[in-house]
């Protein structure tokens, strides 16, 4: 008798086997496109901003004026280099009081193998005020030719009007005087003063209107201190500076009426023409001469 026939059954392996094949043949037929995701579309780009504006520039420090003093002496004339960056409030000072004249035909009442000194009648001359002492690294009784004023009868400040030029160095005052100006021209007539000899004028070459706007305040308190010792000293009255700060502003200088216009003379009328004289016609010209032999 024949066995009966089995049915065929194919190992679990050998069906996962053709599955995978036939997946592989999927793939391939669809081509790189099936499994390949499509690339990102790229964000447009934002437009360029703008990059701020920076702000404006801070405006540069005013530099401190350039102002000379120049000293007419009997000796000859020397000039200051008045430090304004370093002693504005002592140059201002001094400025003012040679505006006022202070100076003018004043002697260098002092006289040592050190200095020679001025700043008023006298040595005991009493301006009524002080000044605040100032002091720079940049400024030292290193040698000659320094400029500064004298100590106040306290020693704490500096005094109103007496100043002095050294001729030699003296280091023992640095940071205790204060100094606020050097000789630029004319050593050599500072060191030739004698005690007694006077300052004929004081003249400030610069334009020394911003330095006094910027203490204004004190410029007015200085003046009314000064002209009240001046009339205490039985002193002549000095000169008023008309284009003197004001605190708080700048003034414009008064402007002075003009004179009135004088009306000019009337018009003098002009003597009538006098005709002149009729022309005498000349007499008629005479036919020229006849020339050669007459023409047939």
Sequence with gaps: MMKPTRSIRKPRHVLATMALALACIVAFVAGPHATTAAPPTPAPSAAPTAAPASAPAA??????????????????????????????????NFVNLVQRGAYDHRAFHDWTRVLRQSGGPSQSFDPGYTIRREFSAKLMFEGPGMVAMQKSPDGQRAHGTQFFVTVKEQSRWNLDIPIFGTVASGQAVVDALEKGDGITQIVIEGDPAPLLQRFATEVAEWNTALDAATARAQLPALRTVSNAPVAGGTPAAPIAPSAPLVPSAPLVPSAPLVPSAPVTPSAPLAPPAPTGSPRP
Excluded: H
């Excluded at 420090?61 to 000796?75: H, I, M, N, Q, S």
């Excluded at 004339?77 to 409030?89: C, M, S």
């Design 59 to 92: 405006p540069a420090p005013t530099a401190a004026p350039v102002l000379t003093a120049r000293v007419d002496t009997a000796r000859g004339t020397f000039r200051i280099t008045l430090r304004v960056a370093e002693a504005p409030i002592s140059c201002a």
